[in-house]
């Protein structure tokens, strides 16, 4: 079992910078893709940002690419998720999830394990 807990999230500004963490516990995710996910109210899980076990492969919505960067510190057993350049728009409860394959990374329904979520509100 894969214990996740994000951190990180709160109340910003448009245009300010939060780094969302994502802390694993019960067994190394140093071979595990992990994704992030946000949920807006009322529909499903929509993806965010993906990276390999090696954090060489990444993936990006296009709603995010260029303002959010996705990493992972294995030797820690944690990943993150920088975000800039913030907008109304992505005030949403925010995900981190694991799978073992770095494929169907956009799908909320291929991830094995999840966090409780952190919530990210942009407002001014």
């Known amino acids: 079992q894969v214990q996740l807990v994000e951190s990180g999230g709160g109340l910003v500004q448009p245009g300010d910078s939060l780094r969302l963490t994502c802390a694993a516990s019960g067994r190394t995710i140093s071979v595990y893709t992990m994704g992030w996910f946000r949920q807006p109210p009322g529909k499903e899980r929509e993806f965010v940002a993906a990276?390999?076990?090696?954090?060489?492969?990444?993936d990006y919505a296009d709603s995010v690419k260029g303002r959010f960067t996705i990493s992972r510190d294995n030797a820690k057993n944690t990943g993150y998720l920088q975000m800039k350049g913030l907008k109304p728009e992505d005030t949403d409860v925010y995900y981190c999830?694991?799978?073992?394959?770095?494929?169907?990374?956009?799908?909320?329904?291929?991830?094995?394990?999840w966090g409780q979520g952190t919530q990210v509100t942009v407002s001014s």
């Open positions: 990276i390999g076990w090696n954090g060489y492969l990444t």
């Open positions: 999830a694991t799978k073992l394959a770095y494929s169907d990374i956009r799908y909320y329904t291929r991830y094995t394990y």
